[in-house]
């Protein structure tokens, strides 16, 4: 729905279709997974720690309209800004610790994108459920659990609940506890789950990053795509 660092936007449609009628994305950042295609018309449910990124989604869900969206003042390159919302459209993985942020053209031009996606986006959520609880309180019923948590390593170091704030022995646990489908997703240095490779992104100055997965239906059948 807006930028966020380790969004899944672009490679949305590699992950498998969800099979439940309710979706959970425990780590939900900007639920790019949820927003997907048809995806946002199941009964969908975030469950997001960081109480910044839980306001968001509490006030896209709940108070804004689509005044309230065409209301929202443009940036412009030079300006400074301590809205939070603003700040994580910079695009940059350190942007969880900023306070303030001098707007750039890539957040004048990002802040505008996003903008008109919240307008064309915002009756597609109004339905959903948004929680301001850790990943381990999420209700464990039968449903498609899309699980993108901060990605061991380097990688998961930005978030304001990090990559070291988190004991993956005791979330793989937990991941093999949900009922119903997992679609699990880490990067590279991912280890405690049997991860599959999934795609290999060409970044800034041809930088390969690598997406892995970790898929099982409550039957423990495997994908044929990942076989």
């Known amino acids: ?7 899944k936007k672009q490679i949305a449609k590699y992950y498998p279709k969800p099979n439940y009628d309710t979706i959970i994305e425990p780590f939900a950042g900007s639920a790019a997974y949820s927003l997907y295609k048809d995806n946002w018309k199941k009964k969908v449910i975030l469950i997001e720690k960081d109480e910044k990124v839980y ?11 689509e005044n309230d969206i065409l209301n929202l003042p443009d940036l412009k390159v030079g300006e400074k800004s301590s809205e939070f919302l603003h700040i994580v459209h910079a695009a940059t993985k ?3 610790h900023f306070k ?6 890539v957040l004048e031009r990002n802040w505008e994108i996003s903008k008109r996606v919240f307008g064309e986006n915002l009756f597609k ?29 380097d990688a998961g170091l930005g978030y304001r609940h990090s990559s070291k704030l988190l004991d993956y022995g005791k979330l793989a646990e937990w991941i093999l506890d949900r009922q119903g ?11 405690y789950l049997p991860f599959k490779p999934l795609i290999e992104l060409t970044g800034i100055a041809g930088k390969v990053s690598k997406e892995v997965i970790y898929y099982r239906t409550d ?6 795509l990942f076989e």
């Open 100 to 105: 303030t942020i001098k707007v750039t053209s």
């Open 181 to 191: 489908e997992i679609i699990c997703c880490e990067g590279k240095e991912g280890d």
């Open 55 to 65: 306001d968001i989604w509490r006030w896209l869900i709940h108070d804004a309209s």
């Open 1 to 7: 729905m807006f930028y966020y660092y380790g969004r």
């Open 125 to 153: 959520i109004k339905h959903w459920e948004i929680l301001n609880k850790d990943y381990s309180e999420s209700p464990n019923i039968k449903a498609t659990w899309f699980i993108d948590p901060p990605y061991k390593g």
């Open 94 to 96: 350190m942007a969880f």
């Open 219 to 224: 039957k423990n059948l495997q994908l044929d």
